[in-house]
């Protein structure tokens, strides 16, 4: 018979491995392998085209390449070394232990199975995807958006001498013909937002003084309230007084106009509306409030008029009746702060005085109260963006600071500070970008604090000037 050494291997084998480099023994006549002994170390060093790079950093425990065989399980992979017996040394054998044939060559139901590394150290710049910890964020979600920067100082100050500190008073208004008007003492100024002129438009005497500015919604006349309780028509192109409506036994504060009928609230208690296109001083006459009327706004539809008083109520009136709707008393000082929403039909917003800080909101189509925050302070003024749903309040004692709201959450988007007394007074440009705020302290300050609008908004002409918008700068 030939011999193991005479016959010719069945394998290829590398140049320096010599024939006789690999060595069989059998242990017993069933020709079983007991062994494989190791092939010796090559005396030259040699290179070949296989580089093994070094594990030692490679992380492939995370994809479970390297996992150990559990103890004591045998016979998992008995058939892979059965098989790899036969190729190699060309016949099979009896069944032989995994860990003999080396754990590198053994195969894994792991293969590229992911696993959570909770021992790698995280970059510094990384961040969370979820708010939740081990929450799941789908494919769909975004980034949060970045909070809208508002500048913290007013970007132009006017000084207003004599500009009255009295709560119940409203001196402060801007048409849509970028010209606001303001009321210091017994006068009245226009300052035109797009070129900076002033203009004296009135005068009432020494024994009179402004206690009420109302531009009409097309900006081209201006409705004042005097100390002696009589309400001004004056055409703010020309200059010139066009009506005198009386009705009112005291001062009138507070004004407010619809598409055509002008209201006006007064310290006797009572509303008159006013209607120009009839000769009579007034056409109706609303009561209801026990103390001075300080607060006054019509809805955007013209449908429902919104009055507070110093008697703490707020009442909504309809534009056919004579009687309040619904008497809303929740507050517990004067509301003179009220404002409706642009952007929801039906939505009213009203603040407290003092004794009360609050901001409510109001569902008039059943009367219900949808919310009230205590802002810490007093409210002076509310309004409404017109192209972003926040809302605006000033405020008096004790911290007279401008506030921006996201409505509904009700989430403080800025702080303005910088008037050293109550802002009383607020009024806000027609491009809804830029409000004006008025104070005891004498002047009138200027914000950016809205975003501008999306789309253009539609020119009107009023037949005298452009409502187009302009930026003040």
Same mark, same amino acid.
């Given at each position: 018979?030939?011999?193991v ?12 491995m010599?024939?006789?480099s690999l ?7 069933t ?9 010796s170390?090559?005396?030259?060093t040699t290179?070949s ?14 994809f ?10 045998e ?20 069944p ?20 959570t590394?909770?021992?790698?150290p995280?970059?510094?710049?990384a961040q ?24 913290k ?14 709560f ?16 210091l003492g ?17 005068e ?11 531009w ?10 005097t100390n ?22 005291t001062?009138t ?9 002008l ?17 009579n ?5 609303? /009561?209801?409030?026990?103390?001075? #009327? +300080?607060? $006054?706004? @019509?809805?955007?539809?013209?449908? %429902? &008029?919104? =009055? ?6 707020l009442l ?11 008497r ?10 009220i ?16 004794a ?7 569902n ?8 009230? /925050?205590?802002?810490?302070s007093q #409210? +002076?003024? $509310?309004? @409404?963006?017109r192209?972003?749903n %926040? &809302?605006? =309040? ?16 009700m ?6 500070t ?11 440009s027609?491009d809804?970008q ?20 999306r789309?253009?908004?539609? /020119?009107r ?13």
């Amino acid at each position: 018979m030939e011999s193991v050494e005479a016959r010719k291997p069945s394998l290829n084998l590398p140049t320096w491995m010599s024939q006789t480099s690999l060595h069989l023994e059998t242990s017993s006549p069933t020709g079983s392998f007991s062994s494989i002994p190791k092939t010796s170390s090559p005396s030259k060093t040699t290179y070949s085209d296989r580089f093994i790079p070094c594990r030692t950093s490679s992380r492939l425990q995370n994809f479970a390449l390297i996992e150990k065989s559990p103890q004591g399980k045998e016979g998992g992979n008995e058939a892979y070394a059965r098989l790899l017996r036969s190729e190699l040394l060309g016949e099979d054998s009896l069944p032989r232990s995994p860990a003999s044939l080396g754990s590198p060559m053994s195969p894994n139901k792991n293969l590229f199975r992911f696993k959570t590394d909770n021992a790698a150290p995280t970059s510094p710049f990384a961040q969370s995807v979820s708010g939740v910890e081990g929450g799941i964020v789908g494919e769909a979600s975004t980034p949060p958006k970045a909070p809208r920067k508002i500048p913290k100082t007013p970007h132009k100050v006017l000084d207003a001498p004599a500009l009255q500190d009295d709560f119940y008073l409203n001196l402060v208004d801007w048409s849509c013909q970028n010209v606001l008007a303001v009321g210091l003492g017994t006068c009245v100024y226009l300052w035109t937002a797009s070129n900076s002129k002033v203009t004296k438009l009135c005068e009432l005497g020494p024994s009179d003084s402004v206690c009420a500015l109302q531009w009409t919604r097309e900006g081209t006349y201006l409705s004042i309230g005097t100390n002696l309780g009589e309400v001004q028509i004056w055409d703010g192109t020309r200059c010139k007084r066009v009506r005198t409506l009386r009705g009112h036994q005291t001062r009138t504060g507070v004004l407010a106009w619809s598409s055509c009928i002008l209201s006006s609230g007064s310290r006797d208690r009572n509303i008159l509306n006013h209607d120009l296109r009839v000769s009579n001083d007034f056409v109706g006459k609303l /009561v209801g409030h026990k103390s001075e #009327v +300080c607060g $006054l706004k @019509w809805s955007h539809d013209d449908r %429902e &008029l919104a =009055s507070g008083g110093n008697d703490n109520q707020l009442l909504v009136w309809n534009q056919h009746s004579q009687q309040p709707i619904f008497r809303l008393m929740e507050h517990t000082a004067a509301v003179k702060a009220i404002a409706w929403s642009p952007h929801q039909q039906g939505l009213l917003a009203s603040g407290g005085g003092t004794a009360d800080r609050c901001i409510r909101f109001w569902n008039t189509a059943n009367g219900n109260q949808l919310n009230s /925050v205590d802002t810490g302070s007093q #409210v +002076c003024n $509310l309004a @409404w963006g017109r192209n972003v749903n %926040e &809302l605006v =309040s000033t405020h008096g004692y004790s911290q007279n600071q401008i506030m921006v709201w996201k409505y509904p959450s009700m989430a403080k988007v800025a702080t303005l500070t910088g008037h050293s007394l109550r802002v009383l007074y607020l009024a806000m440009s027609p491009d809804g970008q830029t409000i004006v705020t008025g104070a005891g302290d004498e002047t009138l300050r200027f914000w950016n604090v809205f975003p501008s609008a999306r789309t253009p908004a539609p /020119v009107r002409d009023s037949g005298l000037w452009s409502l187009g918008r302009t930026h003040i700068r």
